[in-house]
Structure formats: structure tokens, C-alpha cells
């Protein structure tokens, strides 16, 4: 009767295979669980983010019970504000970065108003402003920097300065209402990079919250919640992400649609189409298994 010779070598090959495949898997969605396992904070604190501390800019809420001299500045509730974290810095991984204000109604008559946007760099230079007429109807409103206007890419590791500005008077400048920040570009690591072109735009937004890139974390939830309004998931995410920073009375406020042409101008990495993610997640997958001893 021939006999079976059982080496111990195919017993640990048997055994090592599925746990190649598991550990496989595991790396490749293993990492966006330990990445999303904070998410959206509930209170917005990186201390690796500090502004500078000559700020002297503007704050970013105007106080609401500020009356102008000119009545067709006067408004009753939320004020005119800024939606930045509670230092006025917002951090950002785009060349050109949507900007994001609350404009109250000035008027019961949904009356326009003039309103203002400057950017100035580090040193106080001013190199982009833009004026425009508003609908008179209160909103959060996108204040988007444009790649077409000869206005250069922000700089890595270098803070700006902008304000934005609703001009009550023409003819007297000193009744202007203003609020601001500060913006500061910053490039990504190349591992947040990769999960980031990996990931769902919903998880995009849980990742940059969790890397404190705040302008990125807004841009990506405000587009999301154009695209799905009554998603109450994105409602939930929204109303996080404003408490986290102390603007959570804003939460309910209507976002303002922009033109699809100003939707470029969120400077947002491209993302991948669901096939696309699922054949860098297969690739990744492979790469694990091959370098698997």
C-alpha cells in the first residue's frame, strides 16, 4: 500500500496563505479605520497649526449687537462672520482654496449690498481683490480664488491674510463691517495622500478634519452637501464640524449654489471614479501579498 509523505513545509504553506490574504486585507482597509478613527473632532485643537502672533487683522465674527451708522447695515441676529476656527487660522493643502463667510440679511427687503474680498500675503502686499454685489438673502457664501485672474499659486508654509468687507456707505468707508483670517497653505504627507486619493469624498472630509486642513474639510462637506442635500448623514457631519469651532448657530443657515465654473476653483485633489479606487485598492492588495515573506 503506498504511503502518503506529509511535509511540514505544505502543512505551513496551507496555514500561511490565508493569513498572507487576511493581513493582506487588513493593510489595505485596515489603514483607513486607523485613520478615521478620530474624524471629525469635537473641538478643532492642533497645536502644530498656530497663527502668527501678530494677527491684527480682523476678527472673524463681527459682534451682532454692532449697529452700523448707516441703516442699510443694520441687522438683527447671527453676524457677519468668517467660518474659521476660533484662532482665525485655516490651513489648507490647495494651490487656490475656497474661502467660506455667513452673510446676514442687511435688509427685510432682501436689499443688495456692495461687498469686498482682499487677499494680502505675509507682508502686508495686497494681491487679489474682487468686488461683487450680494442677492440680499442671508447664506453661507463661497469666496473661491481664482487660478485665471494672475493671481499665483499660494506658497507652501506661508501665511495670508484676507478680509472680506460689506461697504455700507460708498461715500464713507469708516462704517465698512469687516471680518477675516488668516489662510496658511501646507503640503500633505504622502501617506494622508494616498488615503485621500483612496478614499470616498465622505471620508476625505473625516480625513482632513482629522489632519486639521480646515478648508479642505469644509470645501469637500459644503460641495458634498450642494450634491445631497437631504442626506441627514452629511447634515450630521455639517453640524459637527461648525460646533467643532464654536459656529454651530450657523449650522441650519442655507449654503449659497454657485456656477458649476466656480466649482473648479475649489482646487480639491481629483477623485477617483469607484472603479478607479478599486483597482488601486486591488493593486495595493497584490503589492502586500508579493511583498509577503
Not at 442687511?106 to 494680502?120: G, I, N, P, R, Y
Not at 466649482?263 to 501579498?289: C, F, I, K, V
Request: overall charge negative; charged content about 20%; glycine content about 6%.
Amino acid at each position: 500500500m503506498p504511503h502518503t509523505r506529509f511535509h511540514f513545509g505544505q502543512l505551513a504553506l496551507f496555514f500561511s496563505l490565508p493569513l498572507a490574504l487576511s493581513t493582506g486585507c487588513f493593510t489595505l482597509f485596515g489603514i483607513h479605520q486607523v485613520l478615521l478613527a478620530q474624524g471629525i473632532p469635537e473641538l478643532w485643537e492642533f497645536q502644530e497649526y498656530e497663527p502668527p502672533s501678530d494677527i491684527g487683522r480682523p476678527r472673524r465674527t463681527k459682534d451682532a449687537t454692532t449697529r452700523s451708522l448707516s441703516a442699510s447695515c443694520d441687522h438683527n441676529g447671527k453676524p457677519l462672520t468668517a467660518l474659521l476656527p476660533p484662532n482665525q487660522l485655516g490651513v489648507t493643502a490647495a494651490e487656490y482654496p475656497t474661502l467660506f463667510v455667513y452673510l446676514p440679511a442687511f435688509s427685510t427687503e432682501a436689499l443688495s449690498m456692495s461687498v469686498e474680498f482682499v487677499l494680502e500675503d505675509q507682508n502686508g502686499k495686497e494681491i487679489y481683490q474682487m468686488s461683487f454685489p450680494t442677492s440680499g438673502i442671508s447664506g453661507i457664501v463661497a469666496l473661491g480664488l481664482p487660478a485665471r485672474a494672475g493671481l499665483l499659486p499660494l506658497q507652501v508654509d506661508q501665511n495670508y491674510y484676507w478680509r472680506f468687507t460689506v461697504i455700507c456707505n460708498d461715500n464713507e468707508r469708516s462704517q465698512d463691517i469687516v471680518v477675516g483670517g488668516v489662510v496658511r497653505r501646507v503640503r500633505l504627507e504622502a501617506e494622508l495622500q494616498e488615503q485621500l486619493m483612496l478614499a470616498s469624498p465622505e471620508e476625505q472630509v473625516q480625513l482632513y478634519a482629522e489632519a486639521g486642513i480646515w478648508h479642505e474639510a469644509l470645501s469637500t462637506l459644503v460641495q458634498l452637501r450642494r450634491d445631497q442635500p437631504t442626506d441627514l448623514k452629511l447634515v450630521a457631519d455639517w453640524e459637527k464640524l461648525l460646533k467643532a469651532v464654536e459656529l454651530g448657530d450657523i449650522a441650519q443657515e442655507p449654503i449659497e449654489p454657485v456656477p458649476a465654473t466656480t466649482l473648479r476653483e475649489l482646487d480639491l485633489p481629483q477623485l477617483p471614479s469607484e472603479e478607479e479606487r478599486g483597482h488601486r485598492q486591488q493593486a495595493t492588495g497584490n503589492s502586500n501579498l508579493n511583498s509577503t515573506p
